[in-house]
């Protein structure tokens, strides 16, 4: 029999997810195709074994946006969460641009302290506008899918929520020491991490009586009709 009918059943009965087994056997095919062997996973009986576990066990994303009540609970619990005044500026300013930026969590925080050279930069961001409507413009040149290195700009403005995401911004580089480097990092201009990031945010999530298994760094960008839904639109 196919091996590799067998190892789909295999990871199936293991309760692997089918996107999992989908995954692995990516893998297993690109490895034969760069070496000019033949694909083992492109026989119909494992299209069919593929198939029908998506079927009996569909892939279901738990994961549910941030609203905007849920973000101004956020940003209301930081100043009783984090003593540190820097703290409080650098991380309402960091929650409040990924969340109108759509900006993945990797684009503006790093995996540690010193790989940095990917995620945005001060130089990538530019304030303009008027006193009435200030603007932001985010400059993207390191992102996913960017084969060829085009900057991609996306501007925003205040934003649904109580707290500015404008002036949260210019309240943190202010606060800041000016120099260049990634946009988002501590006081002594170490970059901000993805492991920082992830623990304040569970933090937040506890201290606000939120499900931490259900709100992940990827409810920032999630949809627009889950991240706009609480903003009120004219019936067309």
């Not at 500026?89 to 302290?113: D, P, T, Y």
């Not at 990634?182 to 304040?200: E, H, I, K, M």
């Not at 499900?211 to 009709?225: E, I, L, N, Q, V």
Request: aromatic share 12%; proline share 6%.
């Amino acid at each position: 029999m196919d091996h590799i009918a067998l190892f789909v059943a295999y990871l199936f009965n293991k309760k692997y997810a089918a996107k999992t087994i989908s995954t692995y056997l990516s893998a297993i095919s690109f490895l034969h195709k760069v070496n000019a062997f033949v694909d083992p996973t492109e026989t119909f009986l494992v299209h069919k074994l593929v198939a029908g576990a998506y079927r009996i066990s569909p892939c279901i994303d738990m994961r549910i946006p941030l609203t905007v009540p849920v973000l101004n609970n956020l940003v209301t619990a930081i100043p009783l969460l984090f003593p540190n005044s820097y703290e409080q500026v650098m991380l309402k300013a960091l929650v409040l641009f990924l969340f109108n930026s759509l900006a993945r969590v990797g684009e503006a925080v790093a995996i540690n302290a010193t790989v940095g050279n990917h995620v945005l930069q001060l130089d990538n961001v530019e304030f303009s506008g008027n006193e009435q409507m200030p603007t932001v413009s985010v400059s993207f040149r390191h992102f996913e899918h960017n084969v060829g290195g085009s900057p991609h700009t996306v501007s925003f403005s205040h934003g649904p929520t109580r707290e500015s995401a404008v002036q949260t911004s210019s309240f943190y580089l202010k606060a800041g020491t000016g120099f260049p480097g990634a946009l988002f990092c501590f006081r002594d201009r170490s970059t901000v991490t993805r492991s920082y990031f992830d623990v304040s945010l569970k933090k937040l999530l506890v201290f606000c009586h939120l499900d931490t298994s259900r709100y992940k760094d990827h409810s920032f960008r999630m949809p627009f009709a889950g991240i706009f839904a609480h903003i009120p639109r004219p019936l067309l």
